[in-house]
């Protein structure tokens, strides 16, 4: 083919002659000429106009080497940029400007002209060349920088749609910053363009396109990364401040960090975080602490959405405002403040927060309802209840599960702590109500205190029914087994109870709605003081419930029902008159149940009276001509009502159950919506719970006791209305059932406490316990959170480190007994020295101004004194002074890794001059054990910390105090283990002399936390004289146990504020360290309390016993 | 000894004065039995044998010991050794145990006058010349070396042997040693030697139940008969929190106490502030749990 046709232009060449020349061009000319040339020439009408466009692909391909190719691609464009241009004829600046461009390049102009039609869709000819000198920006005569022009004329057109020209100029600019170092990064940028782009509004994009340029400038390789953050970021930001958003992240990139990216992402992130109406507020204070602190600033954004979540919008002014001054007084404590990493900090929010979460209150709460109940429950948050998978399901409703009480994590329902308080009390108190007025206790045979006992008269009507009748089918029989005595033992009261109503549901709708009637009446009787917020939460319980008159008609009647348990005596409810006697009655029955003697069997009494008057209401839904009015419940409940009901009582025994009258217009039957402040009242399956555990302390006895099956449980669980197994188990399990009866028979076993037995699991004495119950203790890993002190923000850091405590793994008995063996005399030695610790128990004081007796050499000294005319002394007396050792004392043990380091030779072992062997074998002999004897010779560190424990256990157990020996380690503030070798309350025995073997070299050493959770448990014993002795072999380091500029000093003053802390505790802290270059550290991490460098490591087991005897005299 | 220290002329005197030995209770002290308390301890009584009465602190120990003496003391007139009769109550010798409480304290010493030593007998020493009743109140308290002092005294012997002295005494006929302890708070260290406890018949007392203490509440304090009904509410409440924060329940003594300061028009609920949570404890959530339950019962 050949490529090169001179497109000579003479004077005027005919038509003809023109697409002759054309087609003479490469194929691929002619192929878009026969495919425009009919549209273009219908556009175009005129043949003049025809004849220049012919011409100008000529011209075009005639612009340079290879601009075929830009001719082609103009022929093949022309028909869509000629619809795009309202007047054809206007097409010649079009193809003037691409044919100057296919004289640059061939490429770059068919570029041009493909994407032409797009621009010209969008925007005037005239402005074509504003847009060609955009691309040209790009293009400096490189085959790179065409391409990346190219692209750009490929991208932009989209991009006018939502960005002015001019903009696309200055994107062109960045782009060729851009490319400038690289054009693949520049082309990537260009990609992205549309993607990012249509996010920028036109008040936004001068300041965007120069957060482009600034960055582009200053480190093109972020390039990409800015257009991308600002991509994502503006999106989130309500659209009058993102301007003033790009400016902040403008002035961060000055310095040509990354610093504004993260500030775009992860600001961008936070002030999305805040509601719309706060963003404005949120930036003007990040402005505001620009000037201060810009790491400040950005810690605040950071901050804001979660102090919002604690407090409201007016209260998050004056936390903000207290973090200024701070930052104003000193720069690192209100970093910290924003970083929310200062005590103060955090006791502000909790002071402004209205929310009460139970975390805070529980152990107040908890005591007030034992102080209530009398038992020893246990105050939890109740997702922990639905987690067992035993029935509760609902994360949020308190409920009880018999033996503890559950309330939600947190209320902040009202707006000052105290009301939020309240609702707590409110919630708890009718809980601990369920407990105290004997909920759970229910009996199927007894008779209550206000109606007359018809329930055991039922079951036996039912069950002769039952037998008269053929069984209609084995699983609806057998619900039915009451009269039969083996199993009445094992079926729960509620179980029995609720088996008489056919109507399952509703009997138990309308007791829960009784009983929680009469635990409230009672309630209110007895805690007057709380009547107050009862009535609020009650009135307020009331608002949003489902309107009566909607309703179905029996459903309708229990949702009166519960207006009625909620609502005060002058207080209207709507009526439908045509069922006013059903109400009224209902109303009698309630007032009658509302006894202070009443009893849940009363309920229960109460519960079969009203479902006897219901069921015979048919569920329809509401007729319009039902005649609704509002009655006083006072009227209801009053004294022509009670006369009728009376005459009711009498014939009540006789009647049977019947289903409900209505049929095919019946609505099935939806239990009321739930009554927030009463929570989750279960009591068939509390009962449940209870008899499985009953049974299974029964089976732990071997008492022969019938025993509640699976399939007992599983029967019950298939008919109680109680639980909503597709709720209680999530997910598609084939067996629901399986796995809930499962989890509740473990639950029996168990026991209720055992998943969350908040104290210590101590391990206790003798080593006969078996290896399962070691494993669970060991899993058993309690935390507890510490402040770290930073003394640099002069603050501390809150709840910043979590020690784990848990118990040390067991080594072998050996190296307790081989220490032993190996130190005997010093054991010895040592114990001498203690047993002369032990204090006399009995001392007689002499020459005081008062006691038991007179000295009688002292009366008489005083006497001569007096004849002798000297002022006699008054001491004369004497008294036995009791004085009793009580001390407790824990050794801290360092375990870091670098307590595994060696330390020198014995030395018996260096200088040893043994005659080497002649005979071979002999020789190899002698030479292993040698090397075994050099091997053993290797001594670590912790080998000698762990000596020194047993000889300490010697010593110790001797004189009787009482200790502990804890070994510490860890990695990260989250991860500071601490090891239990004994408790502090802990016996001596077999495993503790285990542990000690246990003892090995870990991780790093985060002193602070350590010496805070041993002061904790210092401060939990009462002794006169506490110690707490810490043995290290370096200073404390660890990850993030610094702050910049004072890597090593953040520690050394953590440390030594736990040091001063547990003093002021009154616990006399001593470190003995055995790093020999502990002098520079010591004494600033110790300041005026006691230390020792030990400069002979081997010293340790001698010396500590010295010292330990000395701190406690 | 003699009596001529009885000063009791109440309107010149802003207190009174007695010998140990001679004070005796004049009127009836209020108190309402619980069970056969008062039968069983006058059976003792005229037994001689010796009683430790078990309980809570403020629930009512005393109280009983002064009621019985006051009891015995009045049909049986007894006859003083200075020839006197006691027309009122029985001789009632009260001992605070103290942990430095010593043997002299008990049975005497002597004390210098002039140039001379003089002896002069110790509370116990009296009441057992007198025959009184002698009341150690708390009496694990005391150290060991005291407690064995009242070995013989406690037995068939009744006797009191004053080393000091090298005399023994014997008891007079009235005389009755009782005393008391609380086995909740005392530790291991501090319990009762099995030799002494049984020299003993024990009468366990505890905090009365609610419908009784209401009634001792409404007598003692003055208080509106509602408020005593809630006080005695409030008693049992708080008693549950023992050993969940609390040593002790709450005492009747200090629920009559919140009675009296509201029968004087403090508000109930700060009286129950000031009498019974921040006077139990000083941890301040216990307080804040206490004061919890405070508000629910009282408005």
Redesign the interface.
């Known amino acids: 083919m050949t490529s090169e046709q001179g497109g000579t232009g003479s004077a005027s060449p005919t038509r003809d002659e023109l697409i002759a020349e054309l087609l003479s061009l490469p194929a691929a000319v002619g192929q878009a000429y026969h495919g425009a040339t009919d549209h273009v020439e219908h556009r175009l009408g005129s043949e003049e106009h025809y004849d220049q466009w012919l011409s100008a692909a000529l011209g075009i391909a005639g612009a340079s080497f290879r601009a075929w190719e830009a001719a082609a691609e103009y022929v093949r464009s022309s028909p869509a940029v000629l619809d795009a241009l309202e007047r054809p004829q206007e097409a010649n600046t079009w193809y003037e400007s691409g044919r100057a461009l296919s004289a640059h390049s061939a490429a770059l102009a068919s570029s041009f002209f493909r994407a032409s039609a797009g621009f010209l869709e969008r925007r005037d000819v005239e402005r074509l060349p504003a847009w060609i000198s955009a691309a040209e920006t790009l293009f400096h005569g490189t085959w790179k920088s065409g391409a990346l022009a190219a692209r750009f004329f490929e991208v932009s057109p989209g991009l006018l749609d939502h960005v002015r020209l001019s903009d696309l100029a200055t994107f062109a600019n960045f782009l060729d910053h851009v490319a400038q170092h690289s054009s693949e990064l520049a082309e990537e940028c260009l990609t992205m363009a549309p993607d990012s782009l249509p996010y920028v509004d036109d008040e936004t994009i001068d300041t965007y396109l120069e957060l482009l340029d600034e960055t582009a400038n200053r480190n093109w390789k972020y390039a990409k990364e800015t257009q991308r953050a600002a991509a994502v970021a503006l999106p989130r930001i309500a659209r009058s401040e993102r301007q003033r958003f790009l400016t902040f992240a403008i002035n961060l990139a000055e310095d040509g960090g990354k610093r504004y990216l993260s500030f775009l992402a992860e600001g961008s992130r936070a002030v999305s975080d805040l509601p719309l109406h706060m963003h404005r507020q949120a930036l003007d204070d990040f402005e505001v602490l620009c000037g201060l602190s810009e790491e400040a600033a950005v810690e605040f954004l950071r901050a804001a959405p979660h102090v919002l979540e604690r407090i409201d919008d007016d209260n998050l002014v004056r936390w903000f405002q207290e973090g200024v001054t701070m930052l104003e007084r000193n720069e690192a404590a209100g970093i910290a403040f924003f970083k929310l990493e200062s005590a103060r900090g955090e006791a502000l929010i909790q002071e402004l927060s209205a929310t009460v979460s139970l975390e805070d209150v529980a152990p107040i709460l908890q005591m007030y309802a034992r102080g209530l109940t009398g038992g020893d429950m246990q105050l939890r948050p109740t997702p922990e209840l639905a987690n067992r998978s035993i029935g509760w399901a609902t994360e949020d409703r308190a409920s009880t599960d018999g033996t503890n009480v559950f309330l939600p994590p947190e209320i902040a329902l009202f707006e000052t702590k105290d009301d939020n308080f309240g609702w707590f009390k409110v919630l708890c108190t009718h809980q601990t109500g369920h407990l105290e007025f004997d909920s759970f206790t229910f009996n199927f045979d007894r008779a209550g205190n206000i109606f007359p006992l018809t329930r055991p008269a039922l079951a036996a009507r039912i069950a002769e029914q039952n037998e008269g009748a053929a069984p209609r089918d084995p699983v609806a029989a057998a619900p039915n087994p009451e009269m039969t005595g083996v199993t009445t033992a094992v079926l729960s009261d509620y179980e029995r109870f609720f088996d008489l109503f056919p109507e399952r549901r509703l009997a138990s709708d309308l007791f829960a709605a009784l009983e929680d009637a009469r635990v409230d009446h009672l309630v209110r009787l007895h805690y007057r003081g709380l009547r107050p917020a009862y009535g609020m939460v009650q009135a307020a319980a009331v608002i949003g419930r489902p309107a009566p008159q909607q309703l179905p008609l029996r459903m309708a009647l229990v949702e009166l029902l519960i207006r009625m348990t909620l609502l005060e005596g002058d207080q209207k409810i709507p009526v439908p008159q045509s069922l006013r006697d059903v109400v009224e009655r209902m109303a009698v029955i309630l007032a009658r149940l509302r006894h202070d003697e009443a009893t849940v069997e009363d309920s229960a009494e109460a519960t079969v009276i009203l479902y006897r008057l219901l069921i015979n209401v048919p569920n329809t839904m509401p007729q319009p001509d039902l005649d609704w009015e509002d009655m006083d419940l006072d009227e209801l409940g009053g004294e022509a009502a009670q006369g009728l009901q009376e005459a009711d009582s009498a014939q009540m025994g006789g009647e049977e159950f019947v289903p409900g009258s209505g049929t095919e217009q019946d609505v099935p039957y939806q239990s009321p919506q739930d009554v927030d402040y009463r929570g989750d009242f279960k009591p068939e399956l509390v009962q449940t719970i209870a008899n499985l555990r009953k049974g299974q302390q029964r089976a732990e006895d071997s008492v022969q006791a019938p025993q509640l099956t699976e399939e007992m449980v599983r029967q019950l669980l298939e008919k109680s209305a109680e639980i909503d197994l597709s709720s209680v188990v999530e997910g598609d399990i084939d067996d629901p059932s399986g796995l809930f009866i499962s989890s509740l028979m473990s639950e029996a076993i168990e026991g209720p406490d055992a998943e969350f037995n908040d104290e210590m699991g101590e391990v206790g004495s003798g080593g006969g316990d078996g290896e399962e119950s070691e494993e669970s203790l060991e899993e058993q890993e309690q935390t507890a959170l510490y402040d770290e002190w930073d003394f640099v923000a002069l603050d501390y850091k809150p709840a910043w480190c979590r020690v784990r405590e848990s118990t040390m793994q067991e080594g072998s008995a050996e190296f307790y007994e081989q220490t032993i063996e190996r130190h005997a005399g010093l054991i010895n030695e040592v114990r001498r020295q203690f047993e002369m610790m032990v204090p006399e128990t009995y001392r007689k004081e002499k020459r005081l101004t008062d006691g038991e007796e007179f000295d009688l050499d002292a009366v008489i000294d005083a006497i001569v004194q007096r004849r002798a005319g000297a002022t006699p002394d008054d001491k004369v007396y004497w008294r036995r002074n009791k004085t009793e050792r009580d001390v407790a004392v824990i050794f801290l043990l360092d375990m870091s890794a670098s307590t595994a380091e060696a330390i020198e030779e014995r030395s018996d072992f260096d200088d040893d001059d043994e005659d080497i062997p002649d005979d071979p074998r002999q020789y190899l002999f002698w030479l292993r054990s040698r090397r075994e004897q050099q091997k053993r010779s290797y001594l670590r560190i912790i080998d000698l910390e762990k000596e020194s424990t047993v000889l300490l256990i010697r010593a110790l157990e001797t004189i009787g105090d009482q200790y502990g020996i804890y070994g510490f380690s860890g990695y990260g503030r989250e991860n500071v283990e601490f090891y239990s070798v004994k408790g502090l309350e802990e016996q001596f025995s077999d495993r503790v002399a285990k542990r000690i073997d246990g003892i090995t070299p870990l991780h790093a050493t985060r002193m602070g936390p350590a010496i805070r959770h041993a002061t904790a448990k210092l401060d939990d014993v009462s002794a006169k004289t506490k110690v707490l002795f810490l043995i290290s072999d370096g200073r404390p380091q660890d990850r993030g146990y610094s702050r910049e500029g004072a890597e090593k000093e953040y520690a050394v003053h953590d440390t030594h504020d736990a040091l001063v802390q547990a003093k002021a505790k009154g616990i006399i802290p001593f470190l003995l360290t055995v790093d020999r270059a502990g002098h520079d550290y010591m004494k600033e991490m110790c300041g005026d309390l006691p230390y020792e460098v030990l400069a002979d490591i081997e010293l340790l087991p001698k010396r500590l016993p010295q010292l330990y005897s000395r701190l406690t005299l | 000894m003699t009596e001529q220290t009885v000063l009791k002329d109440a309107t010149v005197m802003s207190y009174s004065e007695y010998e140990i030995e001679e004070y005796t209770i004049d009127s009836e002290p209020y108190y309402l039995p619980i069970r056969d308390e008062v039968e069983v301890f006058t059976a003792a009584y005229e037994e001689k044998i010796p009683v430790i009465l078990k309980g809570p602190t403020g629930c009512g120990k005393t109280r009983f010991v002064e009621y019985m003496a006051w009891r015995l003391g009045r049909p049986i007139t007894t006859v003083r050794p200075d020839g006197k009769e006691n027309s009122h109550g029985k001789a009632l010798v009260t001992i605070a145990a103290h942990?430095?409480l010593?043997a002299?304290?008990l049975v005497g010493?002597?004390l210098?006058e002039g140039?001379e030593?003089k002896w002069v007998d110790g509370p116990l020493t009296r009441a057992v010349k007198t025959g009184a009743i002698c009341y150690l109140d708390e009496v694990v308290e005391a150290?060991k070396d005291t407690t064995v002092l009242i070995h013989p005294l406690t037995d068939h012997r009744r006797l009191l042997p004053v080393e000091k002295r090298g005399q023994i005494l014997e008891a007079a006929d009235g005389f009755l040693l009782v005393i008391s302890y609380n086995p909740g708070y005392q530790s291991a260290l501090k319990d009762l030697k099995q030799s002494t406890r049984q020299r003993f018949v024990a009468m366990e007392f505890d905090y009365p139940p609610r419908e009784y203490e209401a009634q001792i509440v409404l007598q003692e304090s003055g208080v509106d008969e509602d408020s005593a009904d809630?006080l005695a509410?409030l008693g049992e409440?708080?008693r549950?929190?023992k050993e969940?924060?609390l040593q002790e329940g709450v005492s009747t003594r200090l629920l009559i106490y919140a009675g009296k300061l509201i029968a004087r028009g403090v508000p109930a609920?700060r009286a129950c502030d000031v009498a019974i949570s921040d006077a139990l404890t000083d941890d301040p959530?216990?307080q804040?749990?206490?004061r919890?339950?405070?508000?629910?019962?009282?408005?």
């Open positions: 942990e430095d010593t002299s304290d010493r002597f210098l140039e030593t150290r809630l509410r409440k708080v549950n929190l969940h924060g609920r959530s216990v804040r749990s206490i919890e339950i405070t508000t629910s019962i009282f408005e």
